[in-house]
């Protein structure tokens, strides 16, 4: 009998599971179903150089019905409205509802707001394609508006939170800040680029002295650092920090951290902190019809911490799922998840980056981590069969 088989999401996570599982399980074993928000699968991880227009809105939002073609993949473009994995039952926005027999949940994460007054209102965030379209539409107009008001608040741009996701950005923002000046007469030396930092430094997860080499590189371009800082409130364009100092910015962005998608905690599925726990296959730890993969799911690595929500994770995660998914159907052996951490690449905008590789941590700087970077994003565009999204 033919199973139906249902995929929440179509990020890292959720695509490769999809495409994983037809090496194994033809049409007539079993339907395959993909819901995903966007119609293209999105590479969150490079919305930093969109946000800059380093690159093309179709280089790393590629279009899901190309690259399913001809794999049997049903796709339905709806939002998950919510889930539950007592009643079986998906609902969508759309206002229609499945059913299943093996679950995916990819729903990835969304962005953290720790309950800071004023946050979620009054800043801009980078989690898809037109998040990152908004903001350099906002970041131009504010340039262009400030040539005729001198408005210092249209010529401050912050940036919240210093991790990979802020780091990458204030670094694409620095090397595009000559360009539009000049495009708008303005004096590049009138713009303030500032990134705050809750912790005593950015970029905690990589070593001292490459931590010191991006922010040499970034304050060189004129990034400005306030570091040990929290954001404590925000009202309007006025940004509290922590000792008392107010930061009147007319462009804030926040990449202060992530959470557990609030669907996947409203499910049914167990959690911990929002996120799904699974097992060493990454079945859900309650629900044996549920796999879930990516930031959707929370996995302790054999040091007892739980792996960080990263693309590589969900990347792996979701090829592995495509197997323990036949696996499972056929009532076969699962596989065990054990991931190859290849490390952490960091850009610092166009020409610059900072990076850690494989498991023994070799340090990379300049254009030999550039390299890593853009060759990591070639392979994975290959993998997925995309090479066309390079042409542009
Ligand atoms: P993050 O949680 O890694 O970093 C958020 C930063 O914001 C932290 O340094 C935190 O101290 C700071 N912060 C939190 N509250 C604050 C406050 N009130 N005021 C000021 N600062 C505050 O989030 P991220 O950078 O979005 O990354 C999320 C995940 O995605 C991570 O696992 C990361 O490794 C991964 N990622 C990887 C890459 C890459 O590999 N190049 C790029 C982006 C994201």
Redesign the pocket.
Known sequence: MSSNIVILGAGYGGLLTAINIRKFINKEQAQVTVINQYPTHQL??EL?RLAARSISEQAIAMPLEKLFKGKDINLKIAKVESFSVDQKEVKLSDGSSLTYDVLVVALG?K??Y?G?PG?EENSMV?KSAEDANKVYSHIEERISEYATTKNEADATILI?????????LVGEIADIMPSLTAKYGVDPKEVKLLL????PK????LSDALIERATESLKSRGVQFLTG????NVDGNVVD??DGQKIVANTFVW????QGNPLVGQSGLEVNRGRATVNEYLQSTSHSDVFVVG?SAVLFGPDGRPY?????YAWQMGEQTGYNIYAYLEDKSLKEFSPVNSG????LGRKDAVASIGSNSIPLKGFPASAM?EASHIRYVSHIKAMYSLAY
């Open positions: 969150i991880t930093h994460s962005t953290a720790f800071i946050l980078l919240g939170g210093g991790g990979l996701t802020g780091v990458e705050v930092e809750a912790g950015i970029l905690p997860v800082l929290p954001v404590t920090l922590k990449t202060g951290g992530v930031d960080a929500p990263t693309a590589q952490t690449l960091a850009s970077k």
